[in-house]
């Protein structure tokens, strides 16, 4: 079946195919673009201020002499240069962005605009209490939200990205185990071989040894190997549900009784909640502490790397150990408590300066609200059906990792099917971008082989389903006819041919100096 | 739903292809008893206009910055962003794309991460920056966690002028981990105070200039006692315009800084999103966190720019990386990097100096208050008074009157026993206007 629309849109029949050389070195529209260090913006500045009237005699040899290094561009100069940054980059609004694991979906607009009411982005986090009434009360009812849908009696919301969420997690459940005098013998924490590389870091970094719980062949967590594992020695597990391989744990309520039963606590990782939101609620699996992240599930934007929120979820057994700081209302409006001391709690601290990501809150809530209960439920839904159509419409050229049963939210391929042919999933992915679209997740997760994690999200059409698996079968038949030079030497047809890595990591530069010579600043 | 472009008949024609009854079918692996029937107890689907107008009532319940005289700091600053700024981040290209894991298709985040990394360094006076952290209160505790990998010891040595916030996000993390800190007391003026607390099992010694009172110090001494004891000096920076007009971290012998990069580009937000920057020298490259940016070229030569570095991050050696980190501020590096380039050396220096002119303008306003007695000595664009009543419920008073007046230094530490302390931030968005204003009101709330 061919999806590509070409009916009606006539495109040259024979397209000239041999490039010459631009005089200029560039490629049309998509010029290379200096940085801001290599032209003449030394001196310049695109910002006008009035005159300062002192020179900051009266800091004495405080003041800064030498030069700075910081070139300046005219407005113009500068909207032109990012502009033509931008274009450089690929982005959801373009394309489906299929990061497994990682996820981009649409990020509406009308989030952004929610976010950039003056009443919550020019509030400053220690105005008096009384002149943020509307603010606590937005990360109150942002907290009901998630306390609803995942069936948790408590949030913190303070943490700064999923890792950070991670990390609030397991410092509640060490805070735990050192209010039940239970720390000292309490030493390891169990992760699956699966597990985000984030999981076995983070456990380190509070402190605790990590034990490896192997993986059954249908890509899920070792119940009896996890069992052998289980002691009195061990403060918590950390599960993916539904995991990095795109499955549920199947044997989920078993994990939570064996855990508990062993006086662990469950912690569940929740990067993948989009999966099961609206459908299933974490609190009736068992688990004691799970980080949302709000851009994967509740389409706050990743810009390029972030700024993400981590909001962990906890149990009623971790609840009093939150970090400060947290809101609590009665009949004087809301108020804010910002010492671990504070409300009889037990918090086991603070983790950030502030109060969070109050920025990513207003725009998780704005998606939240937009779908309601009964939409968020179809999201998990249309996220499963999409990534299920995939897997279904790739699995007779491509080879399913766990080609039985359903997936969840992602579809998980191996490089079985690639054998013989010299071309590895690297190869496989930048020869999707010739064809438009921005690679899958490449192996990762770990456990299986050249692994290739597609992940369409519910944003997704059918009409760009379709196309995507048009292409990627094309692809496939491609790669299998023995076409290698297509996927060695791709990307052909993108702002950059492929990037040198390793080069840059042995000798790295990090950071433009004036050319030798020159007598530009710094 | 209008986010999902599924219709009915796309859902029955893809249950078909994959061969599923139902969406049931697809769940089947959740168990029974944890499947929900129907839907949670949550208010159902709403329109946009619905939606707009449910925040929009929470958001008009706050007093918004800009609409008052208003002076508050102590880690979060006020400054006005040029419209650009938040033009160009909204696009498309930047806003909805991804951690730049295809070099090829991001060259575009990838040199902005670039000029902000070269940017930052120069700011700092250090030769490496990275691509950003959350937020510097999270920099500095990452700072401390790698002065004891780099130093192998196991204590840090901490100035009473350092943010309470940052002191105690920082504790959190590093305690858990069995690293000792030592915080001096308060103090308006006492940087040079950690001298005498070095000791050999020192690994580090962390200052902030200007400091949580608004003092700006040389520090230039503390290093060189820091480092002839083998420890390192991590500086604290939270208002980042200060750099353009003192001396740099890295000129007074730095080799970390762990700075707050909100001043530049970034909005007040409430306390977030901000974008932690976090600086050091190139011989502890390795050992840091976070994410960096580097220069590469192409199959054809050209150059461009990738992630690297990697083999410190977690997704490479797992339980054994520099940290957990998997992320930065993208975004928020995009909008300082952008207002640092319309700035340029000239608006930034000349930014500075009218930040510094507001405060002293401010400062010599409410010392001619009887009663008011300024604490500190030399400040940028701030500084910490006393007053003859409790500062918070002066504030509190003064709110009522809408005048932000400034942060209680009890807000940030109840315990500290400067309840009459009172830390007054101004910037160039300050008019002569609100300085009398605050003067004012002030006067009559004292009873001056």
């Known amino acids: 079946m061919s ?12 397209a000239v195919t041999a490039k010459p050389a631009t005089l200029t070195g560039g490629r049309g529209l998509l010029q290379d673009e200096a940085l801001i260090f290599e032209g003449d913006g030394w001196g310049k500045t695109g910002v006008d201020l009035p005159e300062p009237k002192t020179n900051g005699s009266d800091l004495g040899d405080l003041v800064r002499k030498d030069p700075i290094g910081l070139p300046g561009l005219s407005e113009p100069e500068a909207m032109r240069h990012y502009v033509r940054l931008s274009q450089k980059n690929h982005a959801i609004d373009l394309a489906i962005y299929p990061l497994g694991s990682c996820t981009m979906k649409h990020n509406p607009r009308l989030n952004e605009k929610m ?11 220690l105005q008096p ?14 907290a009901h939200w998630l306390k609803t849908l995942t069936g948790m009696p408590a949030v913190a919301l303070s943490p700064k990205a999923g890792a950070h969420g991670e990390l609030c997690g397991l410092m509640a459940i060490r805070a735990a185990h050192e209010a039940s005098g239970q720390h000292e013998k309490r030493r390891k924490v169990l992760v699956p071989t699966s597990a985000h590389g984030t999981n076995p870091a983070t456990a380190a970094f509070v402190g605790y040894s990590v034990v490896e719980v192997a993986q059954t062949e249908d890509g899920r967590v070792d119940v009896a190997d996890l069992a052998a594992k289980l002691g009195d020695d061990v403060a918590a597990i950390m599960v993916t549900n539904p995991n990095t391989c795109g499955l549920f744990e199947r044997d989920i309520l078993e994990i939570s009784r064996l855990t508990h039963e062993a006086g662990a606590y469950f912690y569940c990782d929740g990067a993948n909640f989009n999966a099961i939101v609206g459908r299933v609620r974490p609190g009736d699996l068992g688990v004691d502490a799970m980080h949302i992240n709000l851009h994967k599930t509740f389409s706050t934007p990743h810009g390029g790397g972030g ?31 910002e010492r671990e001391e504070d409300e009889a709690q037990q918090a086991f601290g603070r983790l950030c300066a502030f109060q969070g990501q109050m920025g990513m809150y207003t725009r998780a809530l704005s998606y939240m609200m937009s779908h309601g209960s009964d939409g968020l439920r179809q999201v998990a839904e249309d996220a499963v059906l999409n990534a299920n159509y995939i897997k279904a419409r790739l699995s007779d050229l491509m080879s399913a990792a766990f080609p039985d049963g359903p997936c969840m939210h992602e579809a998980l391929f191996d490089d079985e099917w690639l054998k013989g042919t010299d071309i590895t999933t690297l190869d496989f992915a930048k020869a999707m971008i010739d064809e438009g679209f921005h690679p899958m997740t490449m192996y990762f997760p770990l456990v299986v082989h050249g692994a290739m994690l597609i992940e369409p999200t519910e944003t997704e059409s059918k009409a760009e389903l379709d196309r995507f698996i048009e292409a990627m079968r094309l692809l496939a038949q491609a790669a299998k006819a023995g076409d290698v030079d297509r996927f060695k030497g791709a990307p052909f047809h993108a702002p950059m041919r492929r990037l040198d890595e390793t080069r840059a990591a042995r000798s790295p530069v990090l950071r433009w100096s004036a050319p030798e010579g020159s007598n530009q600043a710094a | 739903m209008r986010y999902l472009p599924l219709t009915p008949d796309d859902r029955t024609a893809m249950l078909a292809a994959i061969g599923a009854k139902s969406i049931d079918d697809l769940f089947v692996d959740v168990p029974e008893s ?29 007093a918004t910055a800009g609409a008052v005289p208003f002076f508050c700091g102590a880690g979060a600053y006020k400054h006005h962003v040029p419209a650009t700024v938040d033009h160009v981040i909204q696009r498309s290209e930047f806003l909805t794309s991804y951690t730049p894991y295809q070099p090829e298709i991001a060259q575009g985040t990838l040199q902005y991460l670039y000029e902000f990394q070269t940017q930052v360094a120069n700011l700092t006076g250090m030769p490496v920056a990275n691509a950003s952290l959350y937020d510097g209160s999270t920099a500095m505790a990452e700072g401390v966690l790698m002065a004891t990998r780099v130093t192998r010891r196991n204590k840090a040595v901490i100035s009473g002028g350092v943010h309470p916030h940052y002191v105690k996000a920082t504790e959190t993390v590093v305690h858990a981990v069995g690293v000792e800190t030592q915080v001096l007391a308060p103090a308006f003026d006492a940087e040079a105070a950690v001298i005498d607390q070095i000791g050999p ?27 002839a004891a083998g420890a390192l000096l991590i500086v604290v920076v939270t208002e980042a315009v200060s750099m353009g007009l003192l001396k740099s971290p890295g000129e007074m012998g730095a080799d970390i800084v762990a700075a707050e990069g909100q001043s530049i580009g ?18 502890l490259l390795r050992q840091t966190p976070g994410r960096y940016c580097g220069e590469t070229v192409d199959a054809d030569g050209r150059r461009g720019f990738v992630l690297t570095l990697s083999t410190r991050e977690q997704h490479i050696r797992r339980d054994k990386a520099t940290s957990n980190i998997c992320t930065n501020s993208g975004l928020c590096t995009l909008a300082f990097t952008i207002h640092m380039s319309l700035l340029g050396e000239t608006g930034l220096r000349k930014l500075a100096l009218l930040n510094h002119e507001k405060a002293v303008a401010t400062r010599d306003a409410l010392a001619a208050i009887p009663g008011v007695e300024i604490l500190t000595p030399r400040f940028f664009n701030e500084f910490a008074v006393r007053l003859p009543k409790n500062a918070a ?43 009398q204003i605050l003067a004012k009101s002030l006067s009559k709330v004292l009873g001056a």
């Open chain 2, 393 to 435: 419920e002066v504030v509190d008073t003064l709110a009522g009157h809408h005048v932000l007046a400034g942060v209680p230094y009890s807000r940030l530490a109840p315990d500290a026993g400067m309840d009459d302390v009172l830390l007054v931030a101004a910037t160039e968005t300050t008019l002569d206007a609100d300085i």
């Open chain 1, 115 to 125: 976010a950039r009411l003056p009443g919550f982005s020019d509030i400053h986090p």
């Open chain 2, 201 to 227: 099992d020192t690994a580090c010694v962390v200052v902030q200039t200007p400091n949580v009172f608004g003092t700006a110090t040389d520090v230039t001494k503390i290093a060189e006692a820091a480092h």
């Open chain 2, 34 to 62: 944890a499947r929900l029937a129907g839907t949670v107890d949550l208010p159902r689907v709403a329109g946009e206009l619905e939606v707009e107008r449910a925040l929009s009532a929470m958001a008009a319940k706050n």
């Open chain 1, 3 to 14: 999806t590509m629309n070409t009916v009606g849109r006539p495109t040259a029949p024979n």
């Open chain 1, 307 to 337: 700024p993400g929120a981590g909001p962990v979820v906890l149990s009623e057994a971790l609840a009093p150990f939150a970090p400060a700081p947290w809101v609590v209302h009665d009949d004087g409006g809301y108020r804010l408590i």
């Open chain 2, 266 to 283: 970034n909005a007040l937000n409430f306390g977030g999103p901000y974008v932690g920057l976090f600086a050091t020298r190139e011989k």
């Open chain 1, 129 to 142: 209490i009384s002149t943020v009434q509307g603010a606590l009360e937005l990360m109150d009812t942002l």
